[in-house]
């Protein structure tokens, strides 16, 4: 029976790569945007290429009527539920004094809840099939913290706790909960970065180089197919954090 999976966030950057990798694993994916509708239609029309048919669903994660609506029409297509990658989330980069009570609950809308409210929807369908697989995307600075980046950290650091509290919760039925925390990665989400910036991030990288989404999506693949890794924090960072 082929395996069906959502990813959120899954038009550009990690979340492309992830919806490229699965789809061409002979998985069934939905692949999520909300703002990015001519990237998705554009990551569907490539993989048709390949003769690999994935759906594109568009829904604000941040608001469960539209991720209830996003769960209820993959079941009425599949039937099944079996992999939810929670890779959609905002950046923000501010001093700490300046973050707003809006800002602030911004981010933990579209990161920290999003999470909370994709999982819940989903796992209804995976406790009662006794099996499934949640991959949460996090953060090196929900592990290590970031200046000027408190709320993103914060968000991130809840993700890797709700990932573990939950893994040891939903294990007796076989579902498997994983975080993968990212360090820098080559996506839009650090374009901000000046030449300068990224060089030196380079140098304090002991591989010397900076990752690329690629490099995530080859551990989702691993995580898919395992059956005995569960509340995991795997941080994939050159070595920048050791």
Excluded: H
Aim: aromatic share 6%.
């Amino acid at each position: 029976m082929e395996k069906v999976a959502i990813v959120t966030g899954g038009s550009r950057g990690i979340g492309k790569a992830i919806v490229e990798v699965l789809a061409r694993k002979n998985i069934k994916v939905v692949a999520n945007y909300n703002q990015s509708e001519e990237k998705a239609k554009k990551l569907k029309e490539e993989l048709e290429k390949e003769n690999i048919s994935i759906d594109i669903f568009k829904a604000d994660v941040s608001q469960r009527e539209q991720v209830k609506a996003m769960v209820d029409s993959t079941i009425k297509t599949y039937g099944r539920i079996d992999i939810l990658i929670n890779n959609a989330g905002i950046d923000q980069e501010k001093m700490f004094q300046d973050i707003t009570d809006d800002d602030w609950d911004k981010i933990v809308k579209v990161n920290l809840y999003s999470v909370f409210c994709t999982t819940q929807e989903v796992i209804k369908y995976m406790l009662n099939q006794k099996n499934g697989c949640i991959i949460n995307i996090s953060s090196i600075y929900g592990i290590n913290g970031g200046s000027c980046a408190v709320a993103y950290s914060a968000t991130k650091a809840g993700i890797d706790g709700m990932t573990k509290a939950l893994a040891k919760e939903l294990g007796p039925s076989n579902i498997r909960v994983n975080s993968i925390a990212p360090g820098y990665i080559d996506t839009d989400m650090n374009k901000r970065y000046s030449n300068e910036e990224i060089e030196q991030i380079k140098e304090e990288t002991p591989l010397v180089k900076i990752g690329k989404p690629e490099d995530i999506a080859k551990c989702i693949e691993w995580l898919v197919e395992d059956n005995f890794t569960t509340g995991q924090i795997i941080s994939i960072n050159g070595g920048w954090a050791i």
